[in-house]
């Protein structure tokens, strides 16, 4: 199979339409990651998204619409706090998880009675979204596990030869994942972290939990048992107060001909003494948008990446930890 790149314009987007309406699949651009889209009403478009990532087929996939669509047809039960917490924060990258009214296709949820919603705020997106007018289920258009794509050239990597079309919005502004809500109890329960921070949400919700997967339990959020985000090298992953011992390493290796790169945030890079570095940046925004590129920039030129985790781990340093943990964790 061809696959296309092309801008977003009435041309794309027409053939874009008709490839999903005819059982397909096309990548797309969001604020948050690049996202592989079919139609949620469609069972084998569906499964075939799983086949085409080799994504495990317990791992739910979340749907997408455009502004103006009417959610309700899709999910029941929306609480209060979630209604304030959708005037404020949507569209954007935040994903909410409610009782699924079942007419999206049980192959979506996994088999689970509720659904994942998101609209999204890019406005290649809301095209996409809006000239189909129809749920998009949708995970990141990358191979299962593998770091997920911020550009079209990420997803063309990962997917050459398996999908007819991406569409190319440039690079995703927001560069982790959306923020994973359960809006179906009582409070809103955070299954995982993103751009919308805790804070963020508490500041409309009042209160809200965060979902710690503990052993033996019934995991809430299937995805955030596996192993996921990583560069196709290997890895290492220090604290930032081993940053030292982390240099240290860098340095072993270095003298054993080892090509290896020192992955860490501007602060951390300016008071290192390291000529390979693969620099994410000075603010919990700029580190989440520059994440995915440095790890994918980081397995196309290094044997070995050496990471220091920031020091500073609040708010969208919590979502930044998180990835960074299962892509070069242990
Ligand atoms: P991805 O599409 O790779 O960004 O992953 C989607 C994330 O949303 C995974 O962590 C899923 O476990 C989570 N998710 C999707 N649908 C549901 C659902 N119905 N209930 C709980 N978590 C969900
Ligand atoms: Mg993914």
Redesign the pocket.
Known sequence: MYTEILPIDEKSLRLAKKIIDGGGAVAFPTETVYGLGANAFDNKAVEDIFKIKGRPND????VHVHKDYDLTGLVSDIPEYAKALAKTYLPGPL?M?FKSSGRVCSSV?CG?D???VRVPSHSGAQQFLKCLDLPIAA??ANVSKHVSPVTAEHVYADLKGRIELILDGGKCSGGI?ST?L?CTGKKPQI??SGLITREMIEKVAGSCDEYVLKEGERV?????KYKHYSPSCRTMLFSFCDKNKAVEEYNKNRAQNVNAYILCDEITAESINVNHILNLGKTGEQIASNLYEKLREGERCAELIIAIAPEKQDGVMKGVMNRLIKACGN
């Open positions: 791992n739910p996939l979340i994903t998880v949820s689970l509720t659904l994942a995970p990141s994942e994973v359960d299954l995982r809430l959020s299937p995805g955030m």
